[in-house]
């Protein structure tokens, strides 16, 4: 539960940094849909069809190619095969949109289920977000899908034969039947999109003018009571994105969002790897990190935390 907890304390750091840097407050922030309005209950789903599917967790997709590089589309084309739209058993009685199974590592609550064999073991999860979350791991983190990593993100064919090719499912047509999906629905429009394109921010209405106080004597200290010009409020520009220092992602490598200000090129951590982790997926060495962020080379690092490769 752990490594859930931290993933989304980094999406939501990751999420709230870039929206303030827009110059949006805290309290106008509606955070990503997948980080808090999907994490639905176990039994509490309904029958959805496949566009609606889509639609409600196409979010989820995006943040996994902007934190794991992951294309959006493999990853909604997988949610909708493996899980029916989100209406097969293991979706509804376990919020497994994966058919991930439950493997030597995995030591929470899981769900017994007929597949290649009677009765196999699957990973039961407490929300939809938690399933998308460890479908990012479990591909991320497993040696057998790194070669999927070297492929541009916007690959999704080359995805889809890799997962088939490193064994992810057992049907011979499996690529074939995400290719199909991704493309009758156009998936791979999401590859695209932005974390910033599910965040709505709060509009303020313009502040009403400030009314005189009564009995106030004037700033020129004249005697007597005199009436205050009323203050007039001109409200603030529009809020644009500045391109010289830019709060979106300009590419993904190595499954980080490659973001940059006037200072530079960043990325933001996770929460749970190190400098070396880092170093390793974006072809840097882990000493050349430690000197550009005035860092230890062996300091854990927090989830949200900038660092900087350039």
């Known amino acids: 539960m752990q490594r859930?907890?931290?993933?989304?304390?980094?999406?939501?750091?990751?999420?709230?940094?870039?929206?303030?840097?827009?110059?949006?407050?805290?309290?106008?922030?509606?955070?990503v849909a997948m980080v808090v309005a999907v994490a639905t209950p176990v039994g509490?789903?309904?029958?959805?069809?496949?566009?609606?599917?889509?639609?409600?967790?196409?979010?989820?997709?995006?943040?996994?190619?902007?934190?794991y590089g992951i294309p959006a589309s493999i990853t909604l084309a997988q949610g909708c095969l493996e899980s029916g739209n989100g209406n097969s058993r293991l979706a509804r009685e376990a919020n497994n949109h994966f058919g991930i199974k439950c493997g030597g590592s995995w030591d929470g609550p899981s769900l017994a289920h007929d597949d290649d064999a009677p009765q196999e073991c699957f990973r039961k999860y407490e929300s939809v977000a938690e399933s998308y979350v460890d479908h990012a791991l479990f591909l991320s983190e497993r040696e057998r899908y790194r070669s999927l990593f070297d492929l541009d993100p916007k690959d999704y064919k080359g995805w889809a034969r890799g997962l088939k090719a490193a064994g992810y499912a057992t049907n011979p047509a499996y690529a074939d039947l995400l290719i199909r999906i991704i493309e009758e629905n156009n998936?791979?429009?999401?590859?695209?999109?932005?974390?910033a394109d599910y965040v709505t921010p709060v509009v303020e209405q313009p502040a009403t003018e400030k009314q005189p106080a009564a009995d106030t004597p004037t700033e020129e200290g004249a005697e007597g009571v005199a009436e205050q010009e009323q203050e007039e409020v001109v409200p603030e520009e529009p809020v644009r994105v500045d391109v010289d220092n830019m709060v979106l992602p300009l590419e993904s490598l190595g499954g980080y969002g490659i973001y940059a200000d006037r200072d530079g090129r960043y990325v933001v951590a996770v929460g749970t790897e190190s400098l070396q982790h880092i170093g390793r997926k974006l072809g840097?060495?882990?000493?050349?990190?430690?000197?550009?962020?005035?860092?230890?080379?062996?300091?854990?690092l927090?989830?949200?935390?900038?660092?900087?490769?350039e």
């Open 44 to 67: 509490a789903q309904q029958a959805l069809t496949r566009a609606q599917y889509i639609e409600k967790y196409a979010p989820m997709a995006v943040e996994s190619q902007l934190l």
């Open 302 to 309: 927090a989830a949200g935390q900038v660092v900087r490769i």
């Open 284 to 300: 840097l060495s882990a000493r050349a990190l430690a000197k550009i962020n005035a860092l230890d080379r062996n300091a854990p």
């Open 4 to 31: 859930f907890i931290t993933h989304i304390v980094g999406a939501v750091a990751l999420m709230a940094n870039s929206l303030q840097k827009l110059g949006l407050r805290k309290a106008q922030l509606i955070v």
């Open 187 to 195: 998936l791979q429009r999401f590859d695209n999109a932005m974390l």
